[in-house]
């Protein structure tokens, strides 16, 4: 009976090749939901809404700006979760941020309505998290950070991200006209009930 479990784990298990594509396929689904949200200069809570912030204030682009302010928290991630999930969330990272920087070049997005970039733009980075997250990969920033902190200091983590998240929308109100701040939690309420529907345990027995 051991053997038996031991040998369906090793066949769920994800071939590499299976992980690349996954990979490859969410940091897609990530940088375009960032095209839309970059288009109706909308912002999401974590490193991306600090980029896509910074992006909207005049600072350096989102692929630049996503990358830099990542390179902190891959510390924090090997201490806590080990050399193979820092270095798939570092490709994932920078895949993200060079598809970021294509993604306006291989399509052109001449309007786009804010609602729909809301929506949609909130759901693509939802469903392409989903895709990363089973898979063992994350996109590194805030939720590293929090999960640290509630390990090293008993804060929570879940309500240590959502206060930064409120931070970073309440400094895009500094930025962006209100009704931009407005939809954004829209996509934010979007972007996170898609990971709510979907990413349960025991709906999903692939592992790495």
Known sequence: M?????????????????????MLLGA?????GVALYGKATLVTGGVAGLALLLEA???????????????????????????????????????????????PRLIRIEAVDPVYAAIAGGSLMGIGMLVLFRHRTGLGGVNVLAAWLQERHGLRAGWLQLG?????????????????????????????????????PGRYLGVT
């Open 2 to 22: 051991v053997h038996r479990t031991t040998d369906m784990a090793t066949a769920a298990r994800h071939r590499l090749y299976e992980d690349a594509l996954a």
């Open 28 to 32: 897609m689904l990530v940088s375009l």
């Open 57 to 103: 204030a005049g600072g350096p682009a989102f692929s630049v700006g996503f990358f830099l302010a990542n390179l902190p928290f891959y510390w924090l991630a090997l201490q806590r979760m080990g050399r193979a999930y820092t270095l798939r969330t570092f490709i994932a990272v920078a895949l993200v941020s060079g598809l970021s920087w294509a993604t």
């Open 164 to 200: 930064i998240d409120i931070v970073i929308l309440a400094a895009a109100a500094l930025v962006l006209p209100l009704d931009r701040v407005a939809l954004s939690l829209l996509g934010a309420v979007a972007l996170n009930l898609n990971l709510a529907i979907n990413h349960r």
